[in-house]
Nanobody, 123 residues
């Protein structure tokens, strides 16, 4: 069983930065991929970024490439999402997710989800 708890959301202005954290609790986590998704009302949950726990390989959606950075802190079992140059269109509920198989941008590929954290970017 894997439990994910997000934190770090908030209200910021366009151009500001914010860092989200995802605390992961699991007995065996070394083979997992951990991803961030985001969702706005009445839209599909969309992939933002992912990282492999074992090797640290990262992947990004085109919309955030160059602005967001995903990383992991092994000792703390935490995945971070550093978000810079935020735009109003980044406003969403951000979710942390994990799967034990392989990299995927598909929501249905992920077995475990956090409760989400709200990020609001004002113009």
């Amino acid at each position: 069983q894997v439990q994910l708890v997000e934190s770090g959301g908030g209200l910021v202005q366009a151009g500001d930065s914010l860092r989200l954290s995802c605390a992961v609790s699991s007995r065996t986590f070394s083979n997992y991929w951990v991803a961030w998704f985001r969702q706005v009302p009445e839209k599909e949950r969309e992939f933002v970024a992912a990282i492999s726990w074992r090797g640290g390989t990262t992947r990004y959606a085109d919309s955030v490439k160059g602005r967001f950075t995903i990383s992991r802190e092994n000792a703390k079992n935490t995945v971070l999402l550093q978000m810079n140059s935020l735009k109003p269109e980044d406003t969403a509920v951000y979710y942390c997710a994990a799967n034990s198989r392989t990299y995927s941008t598909a929501r249905l590929s992920y077995d475990y989800w956090g409760q989400g954290t709200q990020v609001t970017v004002s113009s």
